[in-house]
């Protein structure tokens, strides 16, 4: 899935709900599928008493994935070429995420014509969890 500089215009958004009522469950999958085993997302104790979290909470990879779909959703994996974000806030279990993705420009390079995007997740309260930017190859 490949979009051409046709298809897409400056300003479009798309919008998704990446996860509602994220559980527990999901962020020790993760925890075992990237090997970041850090107590601070596993272990309700440690969290709470020796660093003085209210709990647990997501892993920032895991939100910034998450927040990646609405990307690739919209424009497909093989045309992502940079992706950044900037961690706001901690993602909770209980927390309801949605994805913001806005084109910004478009422009013409030498290797082919790119778009450039921002994206803003924000959680159930509409605070931003992570902000970000990407860049995308279009088709002539």
């Known amino acids: 899935m490949s979009l051409s500089v046709d298809e897409i215009k400056v300003g479009e958004t798309r919008e998704g709900v990446l996860v509602e009522d994220l559980k527990r469950t999901r962020i020790v999958q993760y925890a075992g599928a990237s090997g970041d085993f850090n107590p601070l997302h596993t272990d309700e104790k440690f969290a709470i008493e020796a ?4 709990g647990v909470f997501s892993h920032g990879m895991l939100t910034m994935g998450m927040s ?3 990307l690739t959703d919209w424009v497909g994996i093989e045309s992502l070429l ?5 961690f706001k806030a901690q993602v909770w279990p209980g927390d ?3 994805a913001t993705a806005t084109v910004e420009s478009i422009e013409d390079t030498p290797t082919g014509p790119v778009a450039h995007f921002s ?3 924000v ?3 509409g605070a931003e969890v ?7 190859r279009l088709e002539p």
């Open 82 to 86: 940079r992706f950044g974000v900037r």
């Open 51 to 54: 660093a003085g979290y209210p």
């Open 96 to 98: 309801t995420l949605t």
């Open 119 to 121: 994206l803003r997740t």
């Open 130 to 136: 992570v902000t970000g930017t990407a860049t995308v």
């Open 123 to 125: 959680n159930q309260d």
């Open 68 to 70: 990646g779909r609405v």
